[in-house]
């Protein structure tokens, strides 16, 4: 679990290297089996991260990185369930945690 830490002024230079962007991946699911894969995605994976978890990291990364931090959502193949991508982007953006800066996909 990530331990937020209090946000600081943003106007200030920051005194440690923080996270400026990371990746919440959604699924092992993924409609290619590339070799080159580091995770191993492939059509017979079939895990998917809850919307409300995928939420509560991105609400925990903005909550670590005082100047905030830019997020992508990935994979596995992210589109695979568009129903649920759809539903973490607007919960983000409801929550105002920041815009999604991409969907990363095969």
Not at 2 to 8: A, K, L, Q, S, V
Not at 13 to 26: L, Q, R, T
Not at 47 to 66: G, H, K, N, V, Y
Not at 90 to 95: E, L, Q
Request: hydrophobic share 35%; charged share 20%; aromatic share 8%.
């Amino acid at each position: 679990m990530i331990t937020p830490m209090p946000r600081t002024d943003k106007s200030q230079p920051m005194p440690v290297k923080y996270w400026s962007f990371a990746g919440i991946c959604i699924t092992d699911w993924c409609s290619a089996a590339c070799a080159s894969c580091y995770m191993h995605c492939s059509p017979q994976r079939n895990s998917w991260m809850s919307p409300a978890d995928a939420l509560r990291i991105w609400e925990q990364l903005q909550s670590a990185c005082p100047h905030g931090c830019r997020v992508h959502l990935t994979g596995g193949e992210p589109f695979g369930d568009w129903p649920r991508l759809i539903e973490i982007a607007r919960g983000a953006h409801a929550r105002k945690l920041g815009p999604l800066e991409k969907v990363e996909t095969n």
